[in-house]
């Protein structure tokens, strides 16, 4: 069987280093193993939709964004399938036809949506003071389904938050072809390897990084506006002296360095650990923590050597960046080419979802078969 990838992004905002550490470097990664048959990169707009529907224009804006921010992170257009969701009309026919699959319980039950719709404030008991829920915001695991069906997927490396779309998938699939005959490849989910990537906290310690809450840094901020989020960061509310031992765990400055951090920085940036009054030479992270917590090593060098670290991924990304800014029409062919591409591949499930589904019947051969049943059945 053939190795194939899909996952994507909603594009709502430019992607943040929590995308990048969560999923976006091992999508970069994946791709240059060599070790996949065929790569599908999605810019959801149509899910972005469901819960933007008065906003088009904020995902109009962000398909752009996010593009330049794949292929910038390392995505690379010769080797992936980037598209657009909504430009793949399939898609949509698709989930009309998984939604007789799957009771409204079954929708109401999973963990992701119940979140999502707490976090904006869509009520299921018809509370007047509350927005209801929009049918295709309920539904979206549904099309989320299509997106991994259409094209065969056998993996999909997402955030953890995924789980619970990729679990309702596998039934899906299992009761399509249950139903209909085997037609369908059951995907498996590949989540992040690192635990600190699992989910990459807000720069102010909040579980998540979110654009509403202002504590994301963004792939595509400059330097000086990475170094002035990385001084503000979150550390240990307790570690008020720099003599005073400190705490690691929930200290958001050491989850990025756990999540960035890799052995020649040590050398590369000795720099950040001399200071005026005390100076340290670390060969490893644990020799830094170690320190930390002893006591006598202050917030302003880790967050100085957190700064290097950082750019150090950063740099890259922003100026190749800086050259897709100077050529948009480029970035809109890789777009266009790649839903053309991405449009073939889900016309061909799409072509064998009908045949299981025996709604095919003006395919070739087809409808000679079904004019001859209908008319024995009536020359009787
Ligand atoms: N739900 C994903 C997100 O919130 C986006 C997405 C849509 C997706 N369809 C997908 C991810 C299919 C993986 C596979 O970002």
């Not at 398909?63 to 980037?82: C, F, N, Q, R, T």
């Not at 056998?154 to 249950?178: A, C, H, W, Y």
């Not at 070739?364 to 079904?370: A, K, R």
Request: glycine residues 6%; charged residues 25%.
């Amino acid at each position: 069987m053939e190795k194939i990838i899909l996952t994507g992004d909603r594009p709502t905002g430019r992607l943040h280093i929590g995308h990048y550490v969560g999923s976006l470097r091992r999508r970069v990664e994946l791709q240059n193993s060599g070790e996949y048959d065929k790569i599908f990169i999605m810019i959801a707009d149509a899910q972005a939709l469901t819960d933007n529907a008065d906003n088009p224009e904020k995902v109009r804006q962000n398909i752009l964004e996010v593009a330049m921010d794949y292929i910038s992170a390392g995505l690379d257009p010769e080797k992936s399938v980037l598209f657009i969701q909504s430009q793949v009309s399939e898609l949509t026919e698709l989930t009309f036809f998984y939604q007789n699959l799957v009771t409204v319980q079954r929708l109401q039950r999973n963990p992701t949506v119940k979140q999502e719709m707490q976090l904006r404030g869509y009520s299921d008991d018809n509370a007047d003071n509350k927005a209801g829920i929009p049918v295709g915001f309920f539904c979206y695991p549904i099309s989320q389904a299509s997106d991994i069906t259409a094209f065969k997927a056998t993996v999909v490396p997402v955030g953890e938050d995924q789980e619970p779309m990729l679990e309702q998938t596998r039934e899906i699939v299992r009761k399509f072809n249950s139903t209909y005959g085997e037609t369908l490849v059951e995907p498996d989910i590949m989540l992040p390897d690192n635990a600190a990537c699992m989910r990459l906290p807000g720069t102010d310690g909040k579980a998540k990084m979110s654009k509403s809450l202002g504590n994301c840094i963004y792939l595509s901020d400059p330097a000086d506006v990475v170094w002035e989020k990385v001084k503000g960061m979150y550390t240990d509310p307790q570690h008020l002296q720099v003599s005073d031992p400190g705490h690691i765990e929930g200290n958001t400055v050491f989850t990025y360095l756990d999540a960035f951090c890799k052995p020649e920085h040590f050398e590369l940036f000795r720099d950040a650990f001399i200071g005026k009054k005390v100076s340290f030479t670390f060969n490893s992270l644990d020799e830094v923590k170690d320190q930390y917590r002893a006591g006598g090593l202050g917030d302003m060098m880790i967050k100085k050597f957190l700064n290097s670290v950082l750019n150090d991924t950063l740099e890259p990304i922003r100026q190749r960046r800086h050259a897709l800014e100077q050529n948009i029409p480029y970035v809109y062919e890789v777009l266009r080419k790649g839903s053309e591409v991405a449009r073939a591949a889900a016309a061909e499930t799409l072509a064998d979802v009908k045949k299981a589904m025996k709604i095919n019947y003006f395919d070739p051969g087809v409808l000679d078969e079904l004019i001859k049943e209908q008319s024995e059945k009536y020359s009787k």
